[in-house]
C-alpha cells in the first residue's frame, strides 16, 4: 500500500477558505434560489462581492453588482461559489481556472453518490481538472463554508447575518452540510465559533484538509470535526500531528459506526475488530479526542477551546443545590473522575461561610443563603479554587432569573482569569436559553453543558487527552525478514503448526508440539513430551477445532491419548465429512495461567490493527478486548492490557499469582511489528488462547490468512 496522500498546505486554501473577495455565480432574482440566499449571506462582509448571471449583466441583484460571465469580473475572486447545476459545473470550472481564481464551492450534486459509473467518472475528470491547475474544490454535493471572522457566509443556509456571536474558539469541519450548520447556528445564542466547513463528497478537499487549514487560523483553538468517511483513512495521522505542531486538539465524531465493514473471515479476530473499533483506534493513535453522541461534539470542543491544560486531576462541585450536587457527584463517579475533599485550610474557611445546613465539603453545597451573601460565595469560590488538588470545577445553575442568573455568570467571570482553571456551568433548567446562558457562553472563560453526563464525560476526556504521550517508534524483532519472506501468497491459510511457527520466528513463545497421524504415533510423542499432553486436531480445512470436537485436554497417558485421537477423528468426520484429516498437534499440557487472544486483520481505511482481549471459546461472547493501529511498542501494548475489563485476573486478583505483563507486553508488540511489517501479504492472524502466567506467556494456538 503506498502513502497516503500529503495534506493539502494550507497556505494554498487561504484565497478560498478565507476569501476577501466572493463571487457567486448562479444567482437569480428569486430571493429563495440557493445562488440569492448565499449572496444574501455576504451582508456583513466587507470584501467584493460580485453576482455572476449573463440574464442580469450590469444590474444590481439582491445589493451587488452582476457581470455576465466569469471572465467579465473586474480582479480574479478569491472564492467563486458555484450556485448551478451539475450541467453547468465544468465549463464554470474551466473559467475559474483561466481569470485566475483562488477556489471554488459548488453546491452540485448528482456525482458519484448516485452510484451511477459514468457519474463517478464525471466527478474523477472534475477532481482531475482542478487538481491538475491547482484550484482547490469544496464539495461537490455540500453546503459551503462560512468564515465567522471575515463574515463571510459562503452557504445557501438562510440567515447567516443573524449569527451575531464574537468569532473564536471553535472551528468546526463536517461532512455533512447540514449538521455542519446545524453546529453552526450555536453562534446565534453566543457560542464563539471561528469558521466552517462542509466537505460534501470531498471530490477533491476532504475533511482532513478542510480541519487542517482551521489549525492554522489564529481564532482557532480547536476543531469540531464530523467525520462520515474517507477515502483513505490514515489520513487523520497526518492531521493528528498537524494538530499536536499547532498546540489545538481535535474532537471528533464518526458518523456511521455500524459494523457493515467487518467481515468475520475466518478468525474471531475479524468480528471483535470491527469498523467502528477501528475508526476509534485511529482517532486515538491521530490524539484525537472522540465523542459519540452529536450533541457531546461542540459541547466537548467548547471545553477544549477555552479551557488550559488540567493543573490537578481532582473536580471540585461548587453549588447552592444540594440535589444538584448529588447529580453531579453521581456523573462524576460513573466518568471514573476523582473528588478529593477540601485540605483543611480549604474546610475551614468554607465552615465559616456556609449556614451549619449547607455541606463544607465536596460536592459543596453552599445552600440558597448566598444569593442574600454574595461575600460568602466570593470566600467559597476564593477556597475552593485556591486548593492545589482541584484542577476545574463544575458550577451547577439550577434556575435562570433574570437578574441574579446574569449577575452570577459576570461574578463568575474575574475566577476563571485569576486562578487559570476553567469553570463549567452545568445548565439545569429546562429554560435551555434563559437569562444567563447566553452570557456564560459568549464569555471566554466560562464553559457550558446541557447535560451533566456530557460535562462529566467531557472533563474525563481533557484529562485523558493532556495525559498522553505520543507515540515512539517500535523496534523490529531479528527474526521479522525471515518471518515475512516465509508467508505463502495466494490467499493460503496456516493453521496451528505454521502459524506458531510463524510467530516464534518473531519472538512470541509458542507450545513445543509434535505431529502424529495415527493413534500409535499420538502416544509416543506424547511419551516423548511427557504427561500430561493436549490433543488437537490437525486440518487445513477446520479452523476452530473446539466447534468440531476437536480439542481434548489433560490426558495422562498412551491409552488416554489413543481412546482421544480416535474420538477427535471421528468428532471430525461427523461434523465435517468433507474436511481433509491429516492426525493431530500433540502438546504438553501448558501450566494454569489466563487466557487472552491476540488477534490482527487488515484493515483498507487504515491498514494493519492490532487486538488483544480476554480470550480463549468465549472471546467473542465478552468481546473485552482493547485495538490499536499496528505497530504498538511494548509500553502501548501495556496500557492495552490494563485497559481491559479482565486486567485484574492478569495481577493478581483476589491473591492469585501476578502474570508476567512485561513479557505479555513484548508478545504483543512482536506480534504488531510482523503484521504491520508483512502489510498486505498477512490479512488476518490470530493466537487464541494466549495463555498468560508468572512464568510469562504461551502461545497454544494460532490461525493466520495470507494476501493475495
Partial sequence: MSAPEPLRDPASLRRLLSPRSVAVV??????????????????????????????????????????????????????????????????????????????????????????????????????????????PLVGVNCLGIVDHVLKAGVTFMPEYPRMTAPPGGVAITSQSGALGYALMQAAERGFSVCHMTTAGNATDLDVCDLAAYQLTMPECRAVALAVEGLRDGRRLALLGEAARKAGKPIVVLKLGRGEAGAAAAVSHTGSLAGSAAAWSAAFKRAGMVEVEDFDALLETAGLFAKAPRPTAPGVAIITPSGGAGIMAA?????????????????????????????????????????ASN???????????LTDPQYGCAVIPVVYSHHASTQLRMEQLRP??????????????????????????????????????????????????????????????????????????????VLMEAEAKALFARVGVPVVEERRASTAIAAAAEAASLGFPVVL??????????????????????????????????????????????????????????????????????????????????????????????????????????????????????????KADIAAVAAAVSAFSVLVAEAGEALQEAEVNPLICGPWGCLAVDGLVRCGP
Fill in 536 to 657: 488437537k486436531l490437525d486440518s487445513p480445512d477446520i479452523a476452530h477445532k473446539t466447534e468440531v470436537g476437536g480439542v481434548a485436554l489433560n490426558l495422562a497417558d498412551g491409552p488416554a491419548v489413543e481412546a482421544a485421537f480416535a474420538e477427535i477423528m471421528a468428532s471430525a468426520k461427523r461434523h465435517a465429512p468433507a474436511a481433509r484429516l491429516d492426525g493431530v498437534l500433540v502438546q504438553r499440557m501448558s501450566q494454569k495461567g489466563m487466557e487472552l487472544i491476540l488477534g490482527a486483520r487488515r484493515d483498507g481505511q487504515f491498514g494493519s490493527l492490532v487486538l488483544v482481549g480476554t480470550g480463549g471459546v468465549q472471546a467473542e461472547l465478552w468481546r473485552d478486548v482493547a485495538l490499536d493501529l499496528a505497530p504498538v511498542s511494548p509500553a502501548r501494548a501495556e496500557e492495552m492490557l490494563r485497559s481491559l475489563k479482565g486486567f485484574p485476573l492478569l495481577d493478581g486478583f483476589r491473591g492469585a499469582p
Fill in 415 to 492: 475566577y476563571a482569569a485569576k486562578f487559570g482553571k476553567p469553570l463549567i456551568i452545568a445548565w439545569i433548567p429546562e429554560r435551555l436559553e434563559g437569562p444567563g446562558v447566553e452570557k456564560a457562553d459568549s464569555v471566554p472563560e466560562l464553559i457550558v453543558f446541557r447535560s451533566m453526563r456530557r460535562l462529566m464525560n467531557a472533563i474525563r476526556l481533557w484529562l485523558e487527552h493532556y495525559g498522553q504521550v505520543a507515540p515512539g517508534p517500535v523496534a523490529a524483532p531479528s527474526g521479522l525478514g525471515a518471518a515475512i519472506a516465509s508467508l505463502p501468497g495466494g490467499g493460503a
Fill in 26 to 135: 448562479g444567482v437569480s432574482a428569486d430571493p429563495i434560489g440557493f445562488g440569492a440566499r448565499s449572496i444574501s449571506n455576504m451582508k456583513n462582509f466587507t470584501g467584493p462581492v460580485w453576482a455572476v448571471n449573463p440574464k442580469y449583466a450590469g444590474q444590481e441583484l439582491h445589493g451587488y453588482p452582476c457581470v455576465g460571465s466569469i471572465a467579465d469580473l473586474p480582479e480574479a475572486p478569491d472564492c467563486v461559489l458555484l450556485a448551478l447545476p451539475r450541467t453547468g459545473i465544468m465549463a464554470a470550472v474551466e473559467a475559474c481556472i483561466a481569470r485566475g481564481a483562488g477556489g471554488i464551492i459548488a453546491f452540485a450534486s448528482g456525482y458519484g453518490e448516485t452510484g451511477l459509473e459514468d457519474r463517478i467518472a464525471e466527478e474523477e475528470v472534475l477532481r482531475e481538472t482542478c487538481r491538475a491547475a491547482g484550484l
Fill in 330 to 370: 453521581d456523573h462524576a463517579e460513573a466518568q471514573g473522575l476523582s473528588m478529593p475533599q477540601p485540605m483543611p485550610q480549604t474546610e475551614a474557611v468554607l465552615r465559616a461561610a456556609i449556614p451549619d445546613f449547607g455541606a463544607p465539603r465536596n460536592p459543596c453545597d453552599l445552600t440558597a443563603q448566598v
Fill in 374 to 384: 454574595p461575600a460568602s460565595y466570593d470566600a467559597c469560590m476564593e477556597a475552593m
